[in-house]
Protein backbone atom coordinates (compact mmCIF):
# COMPACT_ATOMS: atom_id res chain seq x y z
CA UNK A 1 0.00 0.00 0.00
CA UNK A 2 1.05 3.72 -0.83
CA UNK A 3 -0.68 6.10 1.78
CA UNK A 4 -0.19 10.18 0.30
CA UNK A 5 -0.91 12.88 1.87
CA UNK A 6 -1.35 16.41 0.65
CA UNK A 7 -1.04 19.67 2.15
CA UNK A 8 -0.52 23.08 1.03
CA UNK A 9 -4.17 23.93 0.43
CA UNK A 10 -5.83 27.49 1.43
CA UNK A 11 -7.55 30.68 0.42
CA UNK A 12 -5.78 33.02 -1.76
CA UNK A 13 -6.58 35.94 -4.13
CA UNK A 14 -6.58 36.26 -7.88
CA UNK A 15 -2.72 36.57 -9.05
CA UNK A 16 -1.84 34.66 -5.90
CA UNK A 17 0.59 31.63 -6.04
CA UNK A 18 0.54 28.56 -3.68
CA UNK A 19 2.30 24.99 -3.48
CA UNK A 20 1.06 22.43 -2.61
CA UNK A 21 2.83 19.00 -1.60
CA UNK A 22 2.19 15.49 -1.79
CA UNK A 23 4.68 12.92 0.96
CA UNK A 24 3.99 9.79 -0.29
CA UNK A 25 4.92 6.74 1.97
CA UNK A 26 4.61 3.08 2.59
CA UNK A 27 5.28 1.07 -0.83
CA UNK A 28 6.80 3.87 -2.92
CA UNK A 29 9.35 1.66 -4.40
CA UNK A 30 6.05 0.41 -6.74
CA UNK A 31 5.28 3.73 -7.84
CA UNK A 32 6.70 5.18 -11.18
CA UNK A 33 3.90 8.18 -12.21
CA UNK A 34 2.79 11.39 -9.54
CA UNK A 35 -0.02 12.85 -10.82
CA UNK A 36 -2.35 16.05 -9.70
CA UNK A 37 -5.65 16.24 -9.80
CA UNK A 38 -8.37 18.84 -9.23
CA UNK A 39 -12.06 18.61 -8.73
CA UNK A 40 -14.28 21.52 -8.41
CA UNK A 41 -17.80 21.28 -6.89
CA UNK A 42 -19.97 19.35 -9.44
CA UNK A 43 -17.72 18.30 -11.90
CA UNK A 44 -15.53 15.89 -12.92
CA UNK A 45 -12.06 15.29 -11.07
CA UNK A 46 -9.69 16.46 -13.68
CA UNK A 47 -6.00 15.78 -14.84
CA UNK A 48 -3.18 19.08 -14.07
CA UNK A 49 -0.48 17.00 -14.62
CA UNK A 50 2.11 14.79 -13.89
CA UNK A 51 5.97 13.62 -13.43
CA UNK A 52 7.85 10.35 -13.10
CA UNK A 53 10.02 9.68 -10.38
CA UNK A 54 12.59 8.50 -12.31
CA UNK A 55 13.16 11.92 -14.21
CA UNK A 56 12.04 13.77 -17.66
CA UNK A 57 9.72 16.10 -17.98
CA UNK A 58 6.70 16.66 -16.18
CA UNK A 59 3.47 17.06 -18.38
CA UNK A 60 0.15 19.68 -18.07
CA UNK A 61 -3.34 20.33 -18.67
CA UNK A 62 -3.72 22.90 -21.27
CA UNK A 63 -5.46 25.08 -19.14
CA UNK A 64 -2.41 25.17 -16.32
CA UNK A 65 0.46 25.51 -18.68
CA UNK A 66 2.72 27.87 -18.15
CA UNK A 67 1.35 28.89 -14.87
CA UNK A 68 2.04 25.44 -12.52
CA UNK A 69 5.07 23.68 -11.75
CA UNK A 70 5.55 20.11 -11.18
CA UNK A 71 8.55 19.08 -9.10
CA UNK A 72 9.41 15.86 -7.22
CA UNK A 73 12.10 15.03 -3.93
CA UNK A 74 13.00 11.92 -4.58
CA UNK A 75 14.97 11.54 -1.27
CA UNK A 76 11.96 13.18 0.52
CA UNK A 77 9.35 10.75 -1.41
CA UNK A 78 7.06 14.15 -1.83
CA UNK A 79 6.08 15.95 -4.74
CA UNK A 80 5.13 19.49 -5.28
CA UNK A 81 2.35 21.65 -7.38
CA UNK A 82 3.81 25.22 -7.50
CA UNK A 83 0.63 27.60 -8.82
CA UNK A 84 1.45 30.75 -10.21
CA UNK A 85 -1.15 33.59 -11.63
CA UNK A 86 -4.31 31.93 -10.02
CA UNK A 87 -7.46 32.48 -11.40
CA UNK A 88 -10.92 32.14 -9.67
CA UNK A 89 -11.74 28.72 -11.65
CA UNK A 90 -8.37 27.55 -10.03
CA UNK A 91 -10.58 26.67 -7.17
CA UNK A 92 -11.00 22.77 -6.43
CA UNK A 93 -10.13 20.21 -4.00
CA UNK A 94 -7.01 19.10 -5.24
CA UNK A 95 -5.69 15.47 -5.44
CA UNK A 96 -2.28 13.67 -5.51
CA UNK A 97 -2.51 10.10 -6.96
CA UNK A 98 0.54 7.72 -7.34
CA UNK A 99 0.45 5.27 -10.27
CA UNK A 100 2.46 1.50 -10.78
CA UNK A 101 2.88 2.62 -14.37
CA UNK A 102 5.19 4.75 -16.19
CA UNK A 103 2.21 5.49 -18.45
CA UNK A 104 -0.59 6.79 -17.10
CA UNK A 105 -1.04 9.50 -18.33
CA UNK A 106 -4.19 11.98 -17.63
CA UNK A 107 -6.55 9.70 -17.14
CA UNK A 108 -7.43 9.12 -13.34
CA UNK A 109 -8.43 5.29 -13.92
CA UNK A 110 -4.90 4.90 -14.10
CA UNK A 111 -3.49 5.68 -10.88
CA UNK A 112 -3.46 3.52 -8.35
CA UNK A 113 -3.45 5.44 -4.89
CA UNK A 114 -5.02 9.08 -4.18
CA UNK A 115 -4.44 11.09 -0.90
CA UNK A 116 -7.73 12.72 0.87
CA UNK A 117 -7.10 16.31 -1.58
CA UNK A 118 -7.10 19.32 -0.16
CA UNK A 119 -9.02 22.94 -0.68
CA UNK A 120 -7.88 25.39 -2.99
CA UNK A 121 -10.12 28.21 -2.82
CA UNK A 122 -9.04 31.62 -5.11
CA UNK A 123 -10.74 34.57 -4.86
CA UNK A 124 -11.63 37.32 -7.31
Known amino acids: QVQLVESGGGLVQAGGSLRLSCAASGRTLSTRTMGWFRQAPGKDRDFVGM????????YYADSVKGRFTISRDNAKNTVYLEMNSLKPEDTAVYYCAASGSSYSGSSAANYDYWGQGTQVTVSS
Open 51 to 58: IRWSGGSA
